[in-house]
């Protein structure tokens, strides 16, 4: 496994970490036509509980 041959320094450590940021989560409307809540997509629908057209899941 490769090893790092030199410490990294704190100000280059803090520097990438500074890069770090939390993303937006992707959001796709839901294709059941009555509900068309934001949903993740490749995810049964949370509002309505339908997946493909199909109910899946007991809505909450
Ligand atoms: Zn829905």
């Known amino acids: 496994m490769a090893v790092p041959k030199r410490?990294?320094?704190r100000s280059?450590?803090?520097s990438r970490r500074a890069q770090w940021k939390a993303a937006a989560p992707?959001?796709?409307a839901c294709?059941?036509?009555a509900?068309?809540?934001p949903k993740p997509?490749?995810?049964a629908c949370?509002?309505?509980g339908?997946?493909?057209g199909r109910q899946v899941v007991r809505p909450a």
């Open 12 to 14: 280059n450590t803090r």
């Open 26 to 28: 992707t959001l796709a």
């Open 50 to 52: 339908t997946y493909d």
């Open 41 to 43: 997509p490749h995810v």
């Open 35 to 37: 509900c068309r809540a």
């Open 46 to 48: 949370p509002t309505c």
């Open 31 to 33: 294709s059941n036509r």
């Open 7 to 9: 410490r990294m320094s």
